[in-house]
């Protein structure tokens, strides 16, 4: 019996659900399977997925070419460690990676999560000063509104307000925060915001290790849009500081925003950068930090010569076959004039809702578009209404917000945007 009610029935026994409670019942809608830009519930209805299942699900649900580059796989192996092992799916996707990435970066690292992949970066910044005998640069500076995981390294820089974590904080490191830039991504950065950059640097560059940040998109800590200019000034007072800079491009890499990794809207390189959600096409779990070839030497040539981190399922073969497939599938299409497409018709769908009183601003930015309200939303009422409305949507905080799979159409997105509309109204 596999009925709607039933279905909830047994989820509500025994299933813990992310930022939820396990005593009270929050809107929960069981999904039988999904195609294209659809999931099908259980109960017959089917929905337009705004989400991409949380940014990952770029090519949509189910597609042909990634099916069959994940069952060609199965049948070599699903899984062998990477500890004095490697395999080709590993190799070709490292490759691909260095080839597409700003060009200083040589070295990659494979994790099995986005949050994991920041944990590397910010262990190998740390392991880096110890190889270069500056054991006391082990603090990170980072913007206020930032999100950068769950794991305790991420949680520690991410916003302590609203980043989700102010529970744990003083399980946490303490980090050095500055507020994030105001000014809009193709314009100047504000004076203030690079004297406050300046100054942290300033005052605790001894004992930084590395500045982190989400290049030109906040994500999950506000969806905010911040001047890209900024970047160019962090790449240079980092260099002037003697201090890394990591990027995490998690949210925003692989054409999200328009440019393949955010960091081009700048022009700059990392030192390390992560990548990870839409890595897989939303198949499978996997993520990736690289760095430039002098860190990685510099860990290497040190003590203990080797970098200290070994998840059981890195480089994952099935994983990895699948973003091999997922990458190049993204860099064989026309993705610059799929995204443009995106933003256009998002801007017109989304556009009206700026006429509501409820609503405080709209912004779309690629594929990315964000209706933010002057008040925190329902989420009891706001998700199922939504669902009623025909699409899937998951709102937080004051935020209404949709990051498509890039092969929505434009009468799809237009579905969204009056959902999102009639449900505000």
Not at 106 to 125: C, I, L, P, Q, R
Not at 143 to 156: I, K, N, P, V
Not at 400 to 417: F, N, W
Request: proline fraction near 5%; charged fraction near 15%.
């Amino acid at each position: 019996m596999h009925t709607f009610q039933h279905l909830l029935q047994r989820d509500r026994q025994v299933l813990w659900h992310p930022y939820a409670s396990f005593a009270t019942e929050q809107p929960l809608f069981p999904v039988v399977s999904a195609q294209g830009c659809r999931l099908r519930l259980a109960d017959g209805r089917e929905l337009i997925d705004g989400m991409a299942s949380w940014w990952c699900a770029i090519h949509g649900y189910n597609h042909p070419v990634l099916n069959e580059a994940l069952e060609a796989q199965i049948h070599k192996m699903s899984h062998v460690m990477f500890g004095g092992l490697t395999h080709e799916p590993a190799i070709e996707l490292a490759e691909l990676l260095v080839s597409i990435s700003p060009a200083p970066l040589t070295s990659v690292f494979f994790s099995d999560s986005g949050s994991v992949s920041v944990e590397v970066a910010m262990k190998m910044a740390i392991q880096y000063w110890h190889d270069r005998q500056l054991p006391e640069k082990q603090q990170f500076l980072t913007l206020r509104q930032g999100y950068h995981g769950d794991t305790f390294g991420a949680m520690s820089v991410c916003d302590p307000v609203t980043g989700m974590h102010n529970l744990f904080s003083s399980s946490l490191m303490q980090q050095v925060f500055i507020d994030a830039p105001t000014a809009k991504v193709d314009e100047d950065c504000e004076p203030s915001a690079i004297a406050a950059l300046q100054q942290a640097l300033e005052n605790g560059h001894q004992k930084i290790a590395a500045f982190i940040l989400e290049p030109v998109v906040q994500g999950a800590g506000g969806m905010r849009f911040y001047s890209a200019d900024f970047l160019r000034h962090a790449r240079r007072l980092c260099d002037e500081y003697d201090v890394l800079l990591i990027l995490d491009e998690i949210a925003t890499g692989f054409a999200r925003t328009g440019k393949l990794f955010a960091c081009e809207h700048a022009g700059i390189t990392p030192d390390i950068m992560c990548v990870g959600k839409a890595l897989t096409g939303g198949y499978m779990s996997l993520a990736a930090t690289l760095t430039t070839g002098h860190i990685a030497e510099t860990i290497s040539n040190g003590n203990p010569g080797v970098f200290m981190h070994g998840p059981t399922f890195m480089a994952n073969p099935l994983a990895c076959a699948v973003s091999l497939a997922s990458v190049r599938l993204l860099l064989a299409s026309d993705w610059q004039k799929t995204i443009q497409g995106i933003e256009k018709n998002l801007k017109q769908a989304l556009g009206r809702c700026a006429s509501l009183e409820a609503v405080a601003e709209v912004r779309v930015l690629g594929a990315i578009g964000v209706v933010e309200c002057r008040q925190a939303v329902n989420m009891q009422q706001l998700q199922p209404a939504l669902v009623d409305q025909g699409v899937w949507i998951r709102p937080f905080g004051k935020l209404v917000y949709v990051m498509p799979p890039y092969i929505i159409t434009a009468d799809e997105i237009d579905k969204l945007g009056n959902a999102i509309f009639e449900v505000l109204k």
